[in-house]
């Protein structure tokens, strides 16, 4: 009897990687507690309003052990915030780096567009906890900047 838990297959791998590439965002979170504290939390969302394609990457992020949420919202709840949304959306959202770094090991040296994110990501893993302090605060600023498009030290270098 084999009660290993299946794996995730390197196409299914590879499908997620793109799908992320596309549809996701690595973020580090800032945070403001009682008495001023900061706190930083690490995350990655992805959204679509395709329910099969959500369903796909649930599917896969299960068979990976990545433990995630979806959540989804209705037409009138995204209006709230968007006037111009047409159908509900999906989000799919992974939280801190006890979720993150599975999947990380599984894509590692798959990322394109977003390796910058993922080096950023990696970066605040290695600071560890507690994630407050002035090193999270420039890792904040630097994650902050990429994922607005500035160029940081978290920009991948070309490797010729």
């Not at 507690?130 to 070309?158: H, M, V, Y």
Request: hydrophobic share 35%; glycine share 8%.
């Amino acid at each position: 009897m084999d009660n290993q838990q299946e794996r995730p297959s390197d196409l299914e791998i590879g499908w997620l990687v793109g799908a992320i590439e596309s549809e996701g965002c690595f973020s580090v979170l800032r945070h403001t507690y009682h008495k001023g504290n900061l706190y930083y939390n690490l995350l990655l969302i992805i959204s679509n309003t395709n329910s099969k394609f959500i369903e796909k990457v649930a599917r896969i992020l299960k068979k990976a052990g990545v433990g995630h949420h979806i959540r989804w919202r209705s037409v009138e709840q995204l209006q709230a915030y968007n006037k111009r949304a047409k159908r509900p959306q999906a989000t799919v959202t992974i939280w801190g780096q006890k979720r993150l770094r599975p999947l990380l090991d599984l894509t590692s040296g798959l990322w394109g567009a977003k390796a910058g994110q993922v080096e950023c990501i990696e970066q605040a893993i290695k600071l560890g906890s507690p994630r407050r302090g002035p090193e999270f605060e420039k890792l904040w600023k630097a994650c902050s900047d990429l994922n607005q498009g500035i160029l940081t030290d978290f920009t991948p270098k070309s490797s010729n």
